[in-house]
């Protein structure tokens, strides 16, 4: 007995296949829980509950991702507060102070506006790249 074994592209239901048994060329088998688990037999169920299982994990990350970048500011606010304090200490007046934190704000925001604006034209560079020559053949 000859075991033919086919990868079947596009078939969405592996009943299909085994249709006109009758009039095939080699004797098979049809491996059901290898193709459920390559995604032609899941069923409705089967993929609200891996959705509802993601859904719940994205939820615990971004939950956490919360708290750790609230904790974060926290702790940065209560060092800049030492350090406004140890300004005034020495003398600093409220409108030094303040010009102080707004500098600081301008310089940081512009620095890291540069960075990602740079970073994201080289990556939307190389996925763009990779996509015209794919798509239409055309080289950059």
Same mark, same amino acid.
């Given at each position: 007995?000859?075991?033919?074994?086919?990868?079947?592209?596009?078939?969405?239901?592996?009943?299909?296949?085994?249709?006109?048994?009758?009039?095939?060329?080699?004797?098979?088998?049809?491996?059901?829980?290898?193709?459920?688990?390559?995604?032609?037999?899941?069923?409705?169920?089967?993929?609200?509950? @891996?959705?509802? &299982?993601?859904?719940?994990?994205?939820? $615990? *990350?971004?939950?956490?991702?919360? /708290? #750790?970048?609230?904790?974060?500011?926290?702790?940065?606010?209560?060092?800049?507060?030492?350090?406004?304090?140890?300004?005034?200490?020495?003398?600093?007046?409220?409108?030094?102070?303040?010009?102080?934190?707004?500098?600081?704000?301008?310089? @940081?925001?512009? &620095?890291?506006?540069?960075?990602?604006? $740079? *970073?994201?034209?080289?990556?939307? /560079? #190389?996925?763009?790249?990779?996509?015209?020559?794919?798509?239409?053949?055309?080289?950059?």
């Amino acid at each position: 007995m000859k075991h033919q074994y086919v990868r079947f592209y596009g078939v969405q239901d592996y009943e299909k296949v085994v249709e006109d048994e009758e009039d095939a060329k080699y004797s098979y088998s049809i491996n059901k829980g290898l193709l459920r688990w390559e995604a032609y037999a899941f069923g409705e169920e089967t993929f609200n509950m @891996l959705f509802g &299982i993601a859904g719940v994990v994205i939820f $615990i *990350i971004i939950f956490t991702s919360v /708290f #750790c970048i609230r904790n974060s500011f926290a702790i940065s606010i209560t060092e800049k507060m030492k350090m406004y304090g140890e300004l005034a200490s020495v003398g600093a007046t409220k409108k030094q102070i303040r010009k102080s934190v707004i500098d600081e704000a301008i310089i @940081l925001g512009t &620095i890291r506006c540069a960075t990602w604006n $740079i *970073i994201w034209t080289i990556c939307n /560079f #190389c996925s763009f790249k990779n996509s015209w020559s794919s798509t239409w053949g055309i080289s950059i």
